[in-house]
């Protein structure tokens, strides 16, 4: 890690004596509590994220800036002080400085957290869905910022897709551009998010985690940068219909046009209304997928620590 970062990063004490004895570690983001869910299954979906990384041998490390200080691996006193402060804001890589050098409180997003696991030395990074092309960006260019990270930093992101909000086949084309390797985890669909299969094809089906370790270990070796998106389909008991998410999709879409909702307000308005058209569907399948996400990732970083 550079020495530079120890001036406003800190390191939970487990978290890093895990890193220097190079044992597994899997980066967590924060704007899941924050901005991605309601209370209390925001709450909920944390506490369970970390208790399966711990279940499987590894160590969670979520990422978010207390007062002005990045955390890696926060603690509940850290947690129940940014909820409590009522202050926390969204953090994507354009205001991860900004925050800090304010002193503010904030929730990074896959972008930030990302940035900030490469600076720590955590190579898998588990999250929900990441950020990718928006429909109809051909004229509004909004492309999350996601995906030049991905580019950027050397970790390895395990998903379940791109939110199903967005273009998916404009995501994977701008990805393939970037030179971001999508990988399948078990699938050679990837996955949309809400559903299982999206009908678009991952680059390689590298099987389970030993084989995506590996992948990773070699292209490292060899200095290629950046990272490597795994699409992990949400478990089949868990999974919505097509039908059923693309019309909650629509009306979503709809009533964020009619209300003016765009930039950082965007995904969680329309994750929320989601919520609200699905009477509660939509939330149950995303927090089960994030913990599967959470599962499948602690398999990737145990394998990669080992080789």
Known sequence: MNSNFN???????????????????????STIVFHGMPYPQNIECHKRCEEIIRNKGAIPAAIAVSRGRIKVG??????DEM?????????????????VA????????????????????IP???????????????TTFDISADLQQLAQSNVCVVCAGVKSILDIGLTLEYLETLGVPVLGYM???????????????????????????????????LGIRGG?????PVPEACAMGSAEINQAINQALAEAAANGVHGKEFTPFLLSKMA??????????????????????AEIAIEYSAI
């Open 124 to 138: 898998v990074f588990a999250t929900g869905g990441i950020g990718g092309v928006h429909r109809g960006a051909q």
């Open 187 to 221: 699938t050679d669909d990837f996955p949309a998010f809400y559903t299982r299969r999206s009908g678009f094809k991952v680059d390689s089906a590298k099987g389970g985690a030993a084989e995506i370790a590996r992948m990773l270990k070699v292209k490292w070796d």
């Open 83 to 99: 909820l409590e402060a009522g202050d926390t804001i969204k953090l994507s890589r354009r205001d991860l400085a900004s925050a």
């Open 228 to 232: 490597a998106l795994i699409g992990c």
């Open 276 to 297: 609200e058209v699905t009477g509660g569907t939509s939330l149950t399948t995303n927090m089960h997928l994030v913990w599967n996400n959470c599962e499948k990732a």
């Open 7 to 29: 001036a406003y990063m800190d390191i939970m004490p487990e978290v890093r004596e895990a890193l220097q004895d190079g044992r597994p570690v899997v980066a967590l983001e």
């Open 102 to 121: 304010s002193g503010r409180n904030g929730a990074t997003t896959v972008s930030a957290t990302m940035m900030v696991a490469e600076m720590a030395g």
């Open 74 to 79: 926060f603690t509940q006193s850290d947690l």
